[in-house]
């Protein structure tokens, strides 16, 4: 089994890897390998942002959240559809625009510090430092992902399948940038969705009796307030799941690919091929959550997050399955590389080049680039060490700092013109910092704590953007 899953991923990363070495050849300066020189077709941008939101958490954390709640975890899908949906409306083409406008900014720190240029020096830094410390956490959750994935396929140790799963991502990204990732998204959100789907019909298929028996031997199962564990969801719970949706308009690696765009013309289409397909992978991988309890029953812990890879094994031939699983690397690859890359910009046009050596030459740049993404990789590595992480706690913490820290301050600035630096300082610090505290208040006294802590930075952080300016 296991030679037939290694040709199918060996073919896999041959594509990916012809892909990086076509992107190196059109990588000419900083902006090529940072935003593609803003020339991303439709079909390019909708899934580059898709496939670079979802990462492995899509395929490990969502269905076996699902496997332990049932349709519970669907209040965490809704939550996510909506905040896609949003975030496509309402940020995307003004922030298209603003970018496009202010001297070409590349970055979202660049654009911060050219909208309140009175601020410059303290927006880039502390813009940064968010980026760089949450996108350490999120890159950690993908190479936890890619762990498990080896582990199981090429029956590797914990710790040595980390660490291939880091060197693809590594490599991929140092060579190919951009460009790159963002072509071959459009390859591997397709491939994530097939992979989604696939499993999701054939498990429904395969399940002894359907649905229907199934919520008779698991009633919690079909229980939309059921939170696992034979536990009842509360309002705090409830809010919590739902307010995932309000991650989205704080992640720089998803709205990257709004600045990237060719035509602001073209993204009402992009939007529906986002929206569409986001509708049909979050359904499918509660399907396969769901379905997962009734054909391979006895999960517990982190090894729910495996259900996907255990169900791909049980129903189609091995080099099927490998197909098949190949779409968890390519779920893990896009978001990992799209976030290396991003921190990767933080340390050079907005630390380097904005601070530090203004007139460096985009060769030197460049390639600065490139090691700051070794340099991130191995911290990130080092975090996904430990055996017992789970890709979905990973992936909360660093989501909820990006969402609260950035987003208030995108949707204001962009809507509201007598927003002041000194605000955009005040909320994205006070985003920052309420996440920090109030996930490590999460584990003591418990009530309004059990909150997501996404939520409160939020709204914490709008409120304070909302004052400092008036």
Not at 21 to 36: E, K, Q
Not at 98 to 104: H, P, S
Not at 148 to 177: D, K, M, Q
Not at 291 to 320: D, I, S
């Given at each position: 089994?296991?030679?037939?899953?290694?040709i199918?991923f060996?073919?896999?990363?041959?594509?990916?890897?012809?892909i990086?070495?076509?992107a190196w050849?059109?990588t000419a300066n900083?902006?090529?390998?940072?935003l593609g020189?803003r020339r991303?077709?439709?079909?390019?941008?909708a899934?580059a942002?898709s496939a670079?939101?979802m990462?492995?958490?899509?395929m490990l954390?969502?269905?076996?959240?699902a496997?332990?709640?049932?349709l519970?975890?669907?209040?965490?899908a809704l939550?996510?559809?909506?905040?896609t949906?949003?975030?496509?409306?309402?940020?995307a083409?003004?922030?298209?625009?603003r970018?496009e406008?202010?001297?070409?900014a590349?970055?979202?720190?660049?654009?911060?510090?050219?909208r309140?240029p009175d601020f410059?020096?303290?927006?880039?830094?502390?813009?940064?430092?968010?980026?760089?410390?949450?996108f350490?956490?999120?890159?950690s959750s993908?190479?936890?992902?890619?762990?498990?994935?080896?582990?199981?396929?090429?029956e590797?140790?914990?710790?040595?399948a980390?660490?291939?799963?880091?060197?693809?991502?590594?490599?991929?990204t140092?060579f190919?940038?951009?460009?790159?990732?963002?072509?071959?998204?459009?390859?591997?959100g397709?491939?994530?969705?097939?992979a989604l789907?696939v499993?999701?019909v054939a498990?429904s298929m395969?399940?002894?009796?359907?649905?229907?028996?199934l919520?008779?031997?698991?009633?919690?199962?079909l229980?939309?307030?059921n939170?696992?564990?034979g536990a009842?969801m509360?309002l705090?719970?409830l809010?919590?799941?739902?307010?995932?949706g309000?991650g989205?308009?704080?992640?720089?690696h998803i709205?990257?690919?709004?600045m990237?765009?060719?035509?602001?013309?073209a993204?009402?289409q992009?939007?529906?091929?986002a929206v569409?397909?986001t509708?049909l992978?979050?359904?499918?991988?509660l399907?396969i959550?769901?379905?997962?309890v009734?054909?391979?029953?006895?999960l517990?812990g982190a090894?729910?997050?495996?259900?996907?890879?255990?169900m791909?094994?049980?129903?189609?031939?091995?080099?099927v399955?490998?197909?098949?699983l190949a779409a968890?690397?390519a779920?893990?690859?896009?978001t990992?590389e799209?976030q290396?890359l991003v921190a990767s910009?933080?340390?050079t046009?907005?630390v380097y080049?904005?601070?530090?050596?203004?007139?460096?030459?985009d060769?030197?740049?460049?390639?600065?680039g490139?090691f700051?993404?070794?340099a991130?990789a191995?911290?990130?590595w080092?975090?996904?060490?430990n055996?017992?992480?789970?890709?979905?706690?990973l992936v909360?913490?660093?989501w909820?700092?990006?969402?609260?820290?950035?987003?208030?301050?995108i949707?204001?600035?962009?809507y509201?013109?007598?927003?002041?630096?000194?605000?955009?300082?005040?909320?994205i610090?006070?985003?920052g910092i309420?996440?920090?505290?109030?996930e490590?208040l999460?584990?003591?006294?418990?009530?309004i704590?059990?909150?997501y802590?996404?939520?409160?930075g939020f709204?914490f952080?709008?409120?304070?953007?909302?004052?400092?300016t008036?």
């Amino acid at each position: 089994m296991t030679s037939s899953i290694a040709i199918s991923f060996g073919g896999y990363l041959i594509v990916l890897f012809g892909i990086a070495v076509y992107a190196w050849s059109r990588t000419a300066n900083l902006s090529d390998y940072l935003l593609g020189g803003r020339r991303l077709g439709t079909w390019v941008t909708a899934l580059a942002a898709s496939a670079s939101d979802m990462s492995g958490w899509l395929m490990l954390g969502l269905p076996g959240f699902a496997y332990a709640a049932g349709l519970g975890a669907g209040w965490m899908a809704l939550g996510l559809l909506v905040g896609t949906w949003v975030n496509w409306r309402v940020v995307a083409g003004p922030l298209r625009r603003r970018t496009e406008a202010l001297d070409d900014a590349l970055t979202l720190p660049a654009y911060f510090s050219r909208r309140f240029p009175d601020f410059r020096r303290a927006l880039n830094l502390v813009a940064a430092a968010m980026i760089l410390g949450f996108f350490t956490f999120y890159t950690s959750s993908g190479l936890v992902a890619a762990g498990r994935l080896f582990e199981i396929v090429f029956e590797l140790p914990y710790h040595w399948a980390v660490a291939a799963g880091a060197l693809s991502i590594v490599l991929y990204t140092f060579f190919g940038g951009f460009l790159a990732i963002s072509w071959a998204d459009l390859f591997q959100g397709l491939l994530m969705l097939l992979a989604l789907v696939v499993i999701a019909v054939a498990g429904s298929m395969a399940l002894d009796g359907g649905f229907a028996a199934l919520g008779a031997q698991h009633p919690d199962l079909l229980d939309p307030f059921n939170a696992g564990g034979g536990a009842t969801m509360g309002l705090i719970a409830l809010l919590s799941l739902v307010g995932w949706g309000l991650g989205y308009f704080g992640q720089p690696h998803i709205i990257i690919r709004f600045m990237a765009i060719r035509d602001e013309a073209a993204l009402p289409q992009a939007r529906r091929i986002a929206v569409s397909w986001t509708a049909l992978c979050l359904g499918s991988a509660l399907v396969i959550g769901i379905v997962g309890v009734g054909l391979v029953p006895g999960l517990e812990g982190a090894a729910t997050e495996t259900v996907f890879m255990r169900m791909a094994e049980l129903m189609f031939h091995p080099l099927v399955t490998g197909v098949l699983l190949a779409a968890i690397l390519a779920a893990i690859m896009s978001t990992a590389e799209a976030q290396l890359l991003v921190a990767s910009s933080a340390l050079t046009e907005d630390v380097y080049r904005g601070m530090i050596s203004r007139a460096a030459d985009d060769r030197k740049t460049l390639w600065l680039g490139r090691f700051a993404v070794l340099a991130i990789a191995g911290v990130a590595w080092v975090l996904a060490l430990n055996p017992e992480s789970r890709v979905l706690d990973l992936v909360a913490y660093a989501w909820a700092g990006f969402g609260a820290a950035f987003g208030p301050a995108i949707i204001l600035s962009l809507y509201w013109e007598r927003m002041t630096g000194r605000a955009a300082l005040a909320g994205i610090l006070t985003g920052g910092i309420t996440v920090v505290v109030w996930e490590m208040l999460s584990g003591g006294p418990g009530g309004i704590f059990d909150l997501y802590e996404l939520v409160p930075g939020f709204l914490f952080s709008w409120i304070a953007i909302y004052l400092v300016t008036k």
